[in-house]
């Protein structure tokens, strides 16, 4: 009678451990076998991995699928907002998706345009704001070049190098059109032009 207790004990407390991951293993609950422990971890890293699927993308990995460049989705986006102007181009991932991001400006406001990396089609938008940008405005007004010949006169300075982000700002008094790339050998690459001559400022691999 007491050895059939005992098993009913056994398996009563075995049920208890097969129910859900939320439930407290007791001390007199089995010792998770290597290969639970194995399962378990991952399941971690899976789910790690997931929560960190948003964010913006480094080297070329982040290049991977990306069959759309950084001026195409620049022109895309002017097409979707005809009067305004673009400020921003960065290569992001929302929702475990690579998109292009760009800010487009106007006298009515602004817009963040996200582009398929794929395909070329404009997937939504973000951060639209009826507020103009008064200060991107400025340097847009102050600037010569425009983004595709900005983006153009940058690939000039790094032949087969990719760009992941540009943007029209300000060094040290100076508009600038800043650029991020990707080199062949998977190191980021920034240079800087002016945004009135063209000229070189920085062309700089980070360590």
């Known amino acids: 009678m007491v050895a059939g207790t005992t098993l009913a004990a056994a398996t009563f407390l075995a049920g208890c451990s097969m ?9 007199s609950s089995p010792t998770p076998t290597q290969s639970e422990t194995a399962s378990g971890t991952s399941s971690e890293q899976s789910e790690s991995s997931t929560d ?19 001026q195409e989705a620049g022109v895309v986006a002017l097409d979707a907002l005809a009067d305004g102007r673009v400020v921003e181009i ?3 991932y929302s929702g475990g998706k690579a998109v292009w991001e760009v800010k487009v400006v ?8 996200l582009v398929d990396v794929s395909t070329g089609q404009v997937v939504g938008e973000k951060d639209r704001s009826t507020r103009p940008d008064s200060e991107a405005l ?3 007004d102050s ?7 900005a983006i153009g006169l940058i690939l000039a300075e790094a032949p087969g190098e990719e760009i992941t982000e540009i943007s029209l700002d300000t060094d040290r008094g100076t508009v600038t059109w800043e650029a991020e790339l990707v080199t062949a050998g998977n190191q980021k690459r920034e240079i800087y032009i002016d945004a009135v001559t063209g000229d070189v400022l920085k062309n700089e691999i980070d360590d």
């Open 52 to 70: 960190n699927s948003e964010g913006s993308g480094e080297g070329a990995a982040a290049l991977q699928g990306v069959a759309v460049t950084a």
């Open 19 to 27: 129910g859900s991951p939320e439930s407290t293993v007791t001390p």
């Open 143 to 149: 600037a010569k070049l425009d983004f595709a010949q």
């Open 106 to 113: 106007s006298a009515e406001g602004s817009t963040e345009v």
């Open 138 to 140: 400025a340097r847009l």
């Open 90 to 92: 960065e290569l992001e």
